[in-house]
């Protein structure tokens, strides 16, 4: 069973061709200096690409110098469209773009399975962007790698970590965290709010509302396996599409975050 594009030719293009180009060009405009190497999982958000892609491009630049060694991919975003109790897998064996398919990672997928908050739900993954628009950035920029697709309902925060920890592994698995921020404030209302709220994550302090982000469930789940693991949190980026392809009467935040093992970030302090 293969999960189809549900968002192909309103979030981002539905031809093979200028979706490839879309995604290149928007990892082509990051700066050299604005990337933090060997990120062990990324916050990205999750709108059309016109809206939220040069933030996402920042986030999944970073992979470049890693892109051989990643492998798996651990991909967490919340529900939109069909509600769902705990953290729902697809009941597929791979997932659909115009840039083609991604195996689901069944070795990981049977060590979480049978855990209480892990259910099967092709429902809730069916029409659900927040996880599909992530794909072609994945499939861009890494070499052969497998797929982790979990989408986040009523669930503890507790209980997203005791997944995370599962499948947290080495080098070979990245973890991606998909979620806007604020929805419709006014421009500056939601600048404020946002840093805020990214203020929060680079301290790894939970989210309090829904109102931060939509994904503030899986977010405060990464944000208690970051803290176990010591993780170091870096800003990419933060604006909103008011700054995009938006008006500013009415905007929704984006942020992209990386966050790295201690070890990476000693290694560059010494060289720098």
Not at 49 to 69: F, H, K, R, V, W
Not at 95 to 120: S, Y
Request: aromatic residues 6%; charged residues 20%; glycine residues 6%.
């Amino acid at each position: 069973m293969v999960r189809e594009p549900a968002v192909a030719g309103t979030f981002y293009p539905a031809q093979r061709e200028q979706l490839a180009d879309n995604v290149n060009q928007l990892l082509g405009s990051v700066e050299a200096s604005e990337l933090i190497t060997q990120p062990k999982a990324l916050i990205v958000p999750h709108a059309g690409y016109i809206y939220s892609g040069p933030t996402a491009a920042l986030a999944y630049a970073c992979l470049a110098e890693n892109a051989a060694e990643i492998r798996r991919v651990v991909l967490l975003g919340p529900v939109h469209r069909v509600p769902v109790r705990g953290l729902a897998l697809p009941g597929a064996d791979a997932f659909a773009t115009p840039l083609g398919t991604i195996e689901l990672d069944r070795e990981a997928i049977a060590q979480i399975v049978t855990m209480p908050q892990v259910v099967v739900s092709a429902a809730a993954h069916r029409l659900e962007h927040s996880l599909e628009v992530q794909l072609p950035f994945l499939q861009t920029v890494l070499d052969d790698f497998k797929l982790v697709p979990l989408a986040v309902g009523d669930v503890a925060p507790e209980q997203v970590a005791e997944v995370l920890e599962k499948l947290w592994g080495g080098p070979e698995t990245l973890i991606v965290i998909s979620s806007d921020l604020s929805h419709f404030h006014s421009y500056q209302h939601a600048q404020h709010v946002d840093r805020q709220t990214v203020d929060s994550i680079l301290d790894l302090r939970a989210l309090t509302s829904y109102e931060q982000a939509c994904g503030a469930t899986p977010v405060n789940g990464f944000l208690l396996a970051a803290r176990r693991h010591g993780l170091k949190p870096e800003l990419l980026d933060l604006c909103n599409s008011g700054d995009t392809a938006g008006d500013k009467q009415r905007v929704v935040g984006y942020a992209a975050l990386a966050f790295c093992e201690p070890d990476s970030f000693l290694i560059e302090d010494l060289a720098g």
